[in-house]
């Protein structure tokens, strides 16, 4: 019989249950969907003069999407869009100077007393723009100390002032010590929005009286754009001064070798990425690393695509379009040619491979796997566009040293050619 | 014709040893012997020890005690491809493969003599159709089984025991899902394969009545593990068979050879009527609503039976009166309305 | 079929008739599976190149490095499915067996999962921790090494077990504990082994190069021999154990051969492809229905012809071609196992009512 005869002949009482169990369920299903957070509320006119300014130095985003910062006076109001575009998730953050009074009129933001003075982050990405600010000894505790690159960092932890409270993987799913963090007592801890509102460890952090703060330099699409998040970043601490004159610097680099690369008088082609079992991963044509290849002057072979990530691709598509492209950059999966080889002997009909112009950015990368490409790598995308262009235009920075970047390794014969 | 028994066991212990290594005893000390072209059937309450009966005795399952002696071989020594020639089995599940005809099915009977491919050669194919042909499913060749009824599906599993050509049939309650009918055709073909081809049968069963008279001999194990093993006459006069089948109310009747339903008594009759058909239903009807013969005393009920030309009349006389009936119906009516007081 | 109880069984005449279409249908899902891909490459072209002519290198290349021994690879791939999976419907008389239901995939998936995971654990995996990857014939090898131990451990248990629904269900608890372990190794994993393992389980005939296909190639090919030479066993088997062994089989070697073939042909291609499913399962009803027999010695071949044309035509709609896209084939797979698989529970197909025991 039918469930719905079943169910038609289970009795009274035995129909009653069963509606109430499906009722229960369906009520606790509504009750997980998240209540529409209210609208952001309507936007104060901007730097409304105050009788105080507080913040001498204000800097503003101009390439980064992801926030927004207003200046009152005595305190900044911050807005950090989220990242996969829900409007319930958009953050407010009031960051109202110690000792000052919390203004009305914000019935969703939360607040913060600055400038901070410890800090927990949870995310490799977050440390660059700290030790770049030259705060480093702000951070109180990370998640995976063990890929961290940079120096201050690596030796304050070495001292025991930086503690590990996470299991040090890059994992999101990995469960945080959030004992330990509550027991070192910092002003904010630094958090990444995963886009599943259950693995969300702010929500968590949140739960347990901690102050999470997001931060989403990673999805932006631009390399300046990326790096312009140190105003964020600057913004708890009062160091906007700082922020603007290090920004500021690598702008102009970065505007200069790009001009540069410009003139240069050939384009050559690039082709990124590698196969998986015959899907082909490759960056988007509107993603960072496309942005990166097209500044530098290639010729990327994703031209026309718009994708911002990785997208997959056949692999004989790809060796149809880019087996004459001169160069391959960004491999993944190998660190040396032998390595690549075994992974599958096809790459050896491509051009790039039988004249070894093969680079990946693999130059610094610790024992514990953490690459400093996507650290200080974040703050330095003068230095990565200064590399590629070595890397296609060797002519035109005759002085520059491969930093990030390194050309894939020769087989033992020291023969690229050799099959 | 070697009288030989085909199959022989000396002193047999069967049971089972269960993970503790302890032992359970089912039956011991068993001597039996089924010779060719006997067909013996093995009765028994259930969990009596019939099923690890035949598994000892097949060699499936290790004996505790004694020996199985095939064709006077001990059971042990023969291969599987061996064995199989010389005996082959019919077991009470039913078989369900879809898409298999019946002939298909019968020709998996010839596993052990043919190829690595089991490929048929025409001698092969005629045994398979004759074997069909034996239990009377010659026209089944090429239906499928699963369209097949109950019956017509246990004839073609004989027919595939049949294509082995073994010397001896062993059969696990093969009627046991069957209606009366064919209960008995089963029976019958099974005879026909113990005289016409001299093959030894050998099966389980709960049909007693149907054993009794198709048995040559009788193996009975009662719950205890005794075995009694004799031909079904000698046993059935000797009182054996009744004492070894009788449970409360339940009374084996050595003259007709039958189980009887016992009934409370409600009195005597004395019956006058000609060694008739009608004579003999009449008692069993009477016997049925609680009356005995009177043997001698004085009957509560006489009942005459007349014929005229072909139809009968009875005539029942109690405590002066009488009353005509045209059928033992119409007696039984009249005789229940009647009070009677049991003597 | 015969949905009106005709029955006429005649298995091997209409299978001399349908062998040579069914030869003839695979040739030319084969041919269609060169021709179609995300290049195009026009159907003359192809011509030249296979009469050894020149056209242009790239699309050459394309042809003999790409597009054969990837069909070659899903001809295999699909007929060894196929024929495990008639092996497990055989030998469990369950119509809803197939080749992984001893736990086979999950050892293998357990080795994968292993060997590109521990890179990441591991922080004295120096050189290999910033890569998923440490080789692709390792993640072959790992994949056969743990369906190997899975299978050890499934023959070990069988030895001291005689029913067939225990050795089924100890399968089935296998796979769980398997499935259990690789779901600790992902939460300790980076982002990158993650996704990698992840792409492995979509399952693809692309990863094959010439390089490793003759080794598949010839396991495989050891396998099909294997269950050809049992045909007349597995007939047997159809009426149970039993009977099978009242006929004279040895069980036990049977029962043997059957698990170590399985896992032979199982283990092969999932090492090399990844865990396709579904091709075990659709198959051999598949098989069954279109020649309307339940014997072996046609079933075998039938099931090899018919599990190497639709993996074939599951390569071809993979591919999509004429555009970039690649679906997993794990998922085309399933759009057309299902289906099978639902039509064999709701008619209760005539290979047997429901599950049997």
Redesign the interface.
């Known amino acids: 019989m039918t469930t719905t005869e079943e169910y038609m002949q289970g009795g009274k009482i035995g129909r009653v249950l069963v509606s109430l169990i499906l009722v229960s369920l369906a009520v606790a299903g509504c009750m997980t969907v998240p209540p529409d957070e209210d609208s952001l509320p309507t936007i104060q006119p901007a730097n409304t003069m105050h009788a105080r300014d507080l913040f001498m130095e204000k800097a503003y985003p101009d390439y980064a999407t992801g926030y927004s910062v207003e200046y009152h006076g005595t305190y900044k109001v911050v807005r950090i869009h989220d990242p996969w575009g829900r409007s319930s998730e958009n953050h407010v953050y009031l960051l109202v100077q110690r000792g000052e009074d919390v203004p009305a009129g914000y019935p969703n933001a939360r607040v913060f007393y600055i400038p901070v003075e410890s800090v927990i982050t949870l995310s490799l990405v977050q440390v660059p723009y700290l030790a770049a600010l030259n705060e480093t000894t702000s951070i109180r505790g990370h998640n995976g100390i063990p890929q961290v690159h940079n120096e201050a960092f690596c030796q304050l932890a070495d001292e025991g002032k930086i503690i590990e409270i996470g299991s040090g993987t890059l994992s999101m799913n990995n469960p945080l010590k959030i004992e330990t963090i509550i027991e070192l007592e910092p002003d904010i801890v630094f958090c990444v929005s995963s886009g599943n509102r259950e693995y969300d460890s702010h929500y968590k952090m949140q739960e347990a009286g901690l102050s999470p703060v997001l931060t989403a330099e990673w999805m932006e699409d631009h390399p300046l754009s990326r790096a312009e998040w140190i105003k964020y970043y600057s913004l708890f601490f009062n160091r906007e001064e700082a922020a603007n004159e290090i920004f500021a610097q690598i702008q102009a680099n970065y505007t200069s070798i790009r001009e540069n690369a410009l003139n240069a008088t050939s384009r050559p082609a690039i082709f990124s990425g590698i196969d998986y079992q015959g899907t082909w991963y490759a960056p988007g044509g509107n993603s960072y690393v496309a942005q990166l290849f097209r500044d530098a002057g290639g010729d990327y072979f994703l031209e026309t695509d718009t994708g911002s990530g990785d997208i997959p691709l056949d692999f004989e598509m790809v060796y149809e379009k880019a087996h004459d492209a001169e160069f391959w950059l960004n491999i993944g999966f190998a660190d040396n040619i032998d390595e690549l080889m075994a992974l599958d002997p096809r790459y050896r009909m491509f051009g790039a491979y039988s004249s070894g112009r093969m680079y990946h950015f693999n130059a610094r990368v610790n024992p514990y796997g953490g690459n400093d490409y996507w650290q200080s790598g974040m703050v330095n995308p003068d230095i990565i566009l200064a590399d590629l262009v070595k890397i296609l235009h060797p002519e035109l920075l005759p002085g520059h040293q491969l930093c990030y970047y390194r050309q894939f390794s020769v087989n033992s014969t020291g023969d690229p050619d050799e099959p | 014709m070697s009288a030989a028994p085909l199959l022989r066991c000396t002193n047999l212990t069967i049971g089972y040893r269960n993970q503790k290594a302890a032992i359970k005893v089912v039956s011991k000390d068993l001597n039996l012997h089924l010779k060719r072209g006997e067909l013996v059937c093995l009765i028994g309450p259930n969990g009596s020890g019939k099923s690890t009966l035949i598994r000892t005795l097949?060699g499936?399952q290790p004996p505790l005690c004694g020996e199985v002696f095939l064709c006077n071989r001990g059971i042990g020594e023969f291969t599987?491809?061996?064995?199989?020639?010389t005996?082959?089995?019919v077991?009470t599940?039913q078989?369900?493969?879809?898409?298999?005809?019946a002939?298909?099915?019968v020709a998996?009977?010839r596993?052990?003599y043919?190829n690595?491919?089991?490929k048929l050669t025409e001698s092969d194919k005629n045994i398979v159709l004759s074997a069909l042909a034996s239990v009377g499913a010659g026209d089944l060749a090429?239906?499928?089984i699963?369209?097949m009824s109950d019956g017509e599906r246990q004839k073609v599993m004989i027919a595939r025991a049949l294509a082995?050509e073994p010397d001896m049939l062993v059969l696990d309650e093969p009627t046991a899902f069957l209606d009366l009918p064919h209960k008995i055709e089963t029976m019958r073909i099974l005879r026909m394969v113990a005289q016409k081809t001299d093959k030894s049968v050998l099966l389980s069963t709960h049909d007693l009545n149907l054993a009794i008279r198709c048995a040559d001999q009788l193996w009975i194990i009662d719950r205890s593990g005794t075995m009694i093993s004799g031909t079904p006459e000698d046993l059935v006069l000797s009182g054996v068979f009744g004492s070894a089948f009788e449970i409360d109310g339940v009374h084996f009747d050595a003259s007709r050879g039958e189980f009887t339903i016992p009934v409370d008594k409600r009195g005597t009759f004395s019956l006058s009527a000609q060694d008739s058909i009608e004579r003999i239903w009449t008692s069993y009807a009477l016997e049925r609503i609680g009356f005995v013969p009177a043997d001698g005393a004085v009957p509560d009920i006489t009942v005459t039976i007349q014929k005229d030309g072909s139809k009968p009349a009875w005539t029942l006389s109690h405590a002066g009166e009488e009353q005509t009936c045209e059928s033992i119906r119409n007696l039984v009516e009249i005789i229940s309305r009647t009070n009677f007081q049991g003597r | 079929m015969n949905p009106d109880g005709d029955g006429r069984g005649n298995g091997l005449k209409r299978f001399a008739f349908a062998l040579p279409l069914m030869s003839g249908i695979l040739a030319a899902a084969f041919i269609l599976d060169l021709m179609l891909g995300s290049v195009n490459i026009p159907p003359d072209a192809i011509l030249t190149i296979v009469a050894g002519g020149q056209v242009k290198v790239t699309w050459m290349n394309i042809f003999w490095y790409w597009r054969l021994p990837k069909a070659i690879t899903a001809v295999f791939a699909g007929g060894a499915l196929a024929l495990s999976g008639l092996l497990m419907q055989t030998f469990f008389r369950n119509p809803l067996a197939d080749p992984y239901i001893l736990g086979i995939s999950s050892g293998a998936s357990l080795g994968v999962a292993f060997v590109m995971m521990s890179a990441g654990i591991c922080g004295a995996g120096a050189l290999f921790a910033s890569v998923g990857l440490i080789g692709d014939m390792s993640i072959s090898a790992a994949a056969i090494f743990g369906a190997f131990a899975i299978l050890l451990l499934i023959l070990l248990i069988s030895s001291k077990i005689q029913s067939n629904i225990t050795i089924l269900i100890l399968g089935i608890m296998v796979s769980y504990i398997s499935g259990a372990l690789v779901t600790i190794l992902l939460q300790f994993t980076d982002e990158t082994s993650m996704h990698t393992y992840a792409l492995w389980t979509f399952g693809s005939f692309s990863g094959v190069t010439w390089a490793h296909l003759p080794i598949m190639a010839v396991l495989l090919v050891v396998g099909f021999v294997l269950t050809f030479c049992m045909v007349k066993s597995l007939n047997a088997l159809l009426l149970g154990e039993q009977y099978a062994e009242s006929m004279g089989m040895n069980y036990h070697r049977i029962r043997f051969a059957i698990i170590v073939t399985t896992a032979l042909m199982a283990g092969v291609v999932t090492a090399f492809c990844g865990p396709i499913g579904f091709l075990g399962i659709a198959v051999p009803h598949f098989c069954r229905a279109c020649f309307v027999t339940a014997d072996h010695r046609i079933l075998v071949p039938g099931c090899i012809l018919v599990g190497a044309i639709i993996a074939l035509v599951t390569d071809i709609i993979s591919n999509v071609p004429g555009t970039d896209i690649v679906l997993p084939v794990n998922a085309i797979t399933a759009l057309f196992g299902a289906p099978v698989v639902i039509w064999v529970i709701v008619r209760g197909t005539r290979f047997g009512r429901g599950v049997t025991t």
């Open positions: 097949t499936i599987p491809s061996d064995k199989a020639k005996l082959s089995v077991l599940s078989v369900q493969a879809g898409y298999m005809t002939f298909d099915i998996l009977g596993f052990p043919t690595w491919a089991g090429d239906r499928f699963h369209e082995q």
